[in-house]
C-alpha cells in the first residue's frame, strides 16, 4: 500500500505506534500511513477507501478485515493563525492543516511516536530525537510539555499508557506538570474519555496503568466516585478488589481471552455501589432497591466523565444485581440463575470479591461446587441450603454486602 501511493508519486511512511513497535521487536496493534497525497487523492489512489474523522480527516484503506488508516502530513502546530485548525483556550478543536513530514513530526505528542520508517530505503527518519529517546527508554513529549498538555488534556493519559505498556519511563519534565493539569480533562468529551479509558485498561498492563492513574491524580478525574472510596479510611480493602480484578483482566488478555468492557466498568465503579448500598440497606431498605437505585446513580454521574453506551450500561447492572442473587440457594432460584446470560461474568465477579474477602468464600465456593456437579447432585446442594436450620426469617435481614473487614 506504501508503494501504490509512491507509484502514484506520493510520498509515503509507515509512523507511529507502529514505528515504535517494530523498533521494539513487538508486533503492532495496527498500521498508520503517512502521506503527502491530499485525503481526495488517496481517495483516488484506492477503491476500497473511506474518509473519516471529524478532528482530523483521513483515509481508511480497507484490506479485507483489516483498516489502514492514512493519513495526510499536517501542518505545524506554531501557526494557529492557520485557517484549518480551531482553537479554545488552548486547545485543539478541529485541526485539518495540511504540511510538510517535518511538520507533521513536530506536532505529534512523543518523540517515540514520531519516527518514519521509509519503505522507499528501509530508514527511520527521525526530526525530533525519538531514536535517541526509544534507545533511553524515555518517554518525553516533543515541545513544551505544559503547551503540549493544554493544547489536548488526553495527552496526559497517553503518557501514562505508553509508559506502562513500553515500560518506558516518563521524562521528568513531562511527569512534573501532570498532577497540576490533571483536572483538564474534565474538558474533554466524555465519550472521547470513555475510549481512553478502554485502551487504558484493556490493553494487558491495567495494574501498572492504574497505579500511575492514582499517583498522578489522573483516576480522580477519570473515576471521582471511585477515586472518593479508594482514598477513603479504609483504604486497603477496596484497593485489593480492584487491583485483583485489574490483575485478572491482564491475565486474560496475556491468555488472549476478551475482556467484555461492561465487566471493566462493573468493576471499576463496584467500590461506591457497594458502599453506597450498604448505607442504605442499613437505613432500612430492601436489598435490590437499594442496590438498583445506587446502581442507577452512580451511572448517571459516571457518564459525565466517561460515556459509556447503553450496551455496557445494562448488563454492568444485571453484573452488580446478580450479586445479591447469589445468595438465594434453595429451590429453583439456582438452576434460573445459573442459566442467565450473565451467569458466568456475575460469577467471576463473585470470586474476585471473595478472594479478597468482601464475600463470603462459602458462599463462592458453593457455586463453584454447583456448576461442577451433575444434576442429582445440583438439587441435592439446594435441598441441603434449604434444610439450613439458619433459613431467614424475611424480617431479620442478613446484610447483603458484608461491612469491610477491619485491618489488622
Ligand atoms: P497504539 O499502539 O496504542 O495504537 P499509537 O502511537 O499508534 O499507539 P495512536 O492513537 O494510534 O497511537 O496514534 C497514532 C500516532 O498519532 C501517534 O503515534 C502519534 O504520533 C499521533 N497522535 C495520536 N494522538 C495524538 C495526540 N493526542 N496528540 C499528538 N499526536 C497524536
Ligand atoms: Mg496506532
Excluded at 502530513?73 to 495540511?98: K, M, T, W
Excluded at 447469589?326 to 458466568?344: E, K, M
Amino acid at each position: 500500500m506504501l508503494y501504490r501511493l509512491r507509484k502514484a508519486g506520493y510520498q509515503a511512511y509507515l509512523v507511529g505506534g507502529c514505528v515504535r513497535d517494530l523498533l521494539l521487536g513487538r508486533e503492532p496493534k495496527d498500521f498508520d500511513v503517512v502521506t503527502d497525497a491530499h485525503p481526495e487523492a488517496i481517495r483516488s489512489v484506492f477503491r476500497n477507501c473511506r474518509l473519516v474523522g471529524r478532528r482530523f480527516r483521513l483515509a481508511h484503506v480497507y484490506f479485507g478485515d483489516e483498516v489502514v488508516e492514512v493519513a495526510t502530513f499536517r501542518g505545524s502546530a506554531s501557526e494557529p493563525q492557520n485557517s484549518g485548525r480551531v482553537l479554545e483556550n488552548g486547545r485543539i478543536l478541529r485541526d485539518n492543516v495540511y504540511g510538510t513530514i517535518e511538520e507533521d513530526a513536530w506536532r505529534r505528542d512523543f518523540t517515540v511516536n514520531a519516527l518514519y520508517y521509509d519503505i522507499g530505503d528501509f530508514s527511520v527518519v527521525d526530526y525530533v530525537g525519538g531514536m535517541e529517546d526509544h534507545r533511553s527508554g524515555t518517554l518525553r513529549l516533543i515541545g513544551e510539555p505544559d503547551a503540549r498538555y493544554r493544547e489536548d488534556p488526553v495527552r496526559m493519559l497517553r503518557a501514562v499508557r505508553f509508559a506502562g505498556k513500553l515500560g518506558f519511563k516518563l521524562h521528568e519534565s513531562c511527569a512534573e506538570p501532570i498532577g497540576r493539569l490533571a483536572g483538564l480533562l474534565r474538558q474533554i468529551s466524555p465519550a472521547r474519555l470513555y475510549d481512553e479509558v478502554l485502551k487504558l485498561f484493556l490493553s494487558g498492563y491495567a495494574v501498572q496503568t492504574f497505579e500511575q492513574l492514582r499517583h498522578y491524580r489522573l483516576f480522580e478525574a477519570l473515576f471521582p466516585a471511585t477515586d472518593a472510596c479508594l482514598s477513603g479510611e479504609n483504604e486497603r480493602f477496596p484497593l485489593t478488589f480492584l487491583a485483583k480484578a485489574l490483575e485478572n483482566t491482564d491475565r486474560r488478555w496475556a491468555e488472549g481471552k476478551p475482556v467484555a468492557p461492561y465487566f471493566l466498568f462493573a468493576a471499576l465503579l463496584w467500590e461506591p455501589v457497594r458502599a453506597q448500598t450498604e448505607m442504605r440497606i442499613r437505613q432500612g431498605e430492601a436489598n435490590m432497591l437499594a442496590l438498583q437505585e445506587v446502581a442507577a446513580e452512580v451511572i448517571s454521574r459516571q457518564l459525565g466523565h466517561t460515556a459509556f453506551p447503553r450496551s455496557v450500561g445494562q448488563p454492568m447492572r444485571e453484573l452488580w444485581s446478580l450479586q445479591l442473587r447469589f445468595d438465594s440457594r434453595s429451590g429453583g432460584r439456582p438452576f434460573r440463575l445459573i442459566n442467565h446470560p450473565r451467569f458466568r461474568a456475575a460469577y467471576d465477579f463473585l470470586l474476585l470479591r471473595a478472594e479478597t474477602g468482601e464475600a463470603d468464600s462459602e458462599l463462592a465456593e458453593w457455586w463453584t461446587r454447583f456448576q461442577a456437579v451433575d444434576e442429582a447432585e445440583q438439587k441435592a446442594m439446594t435441598r441441603e441450603t434449604r434444610r439450613k436450620p439458619a433459613r431467614r426469617g424475611r424480617r431479620q435481614k442478613k446484610p447483603a454486602l458484608k461491612p469491610r473487614p477491619i485491618e489488622p
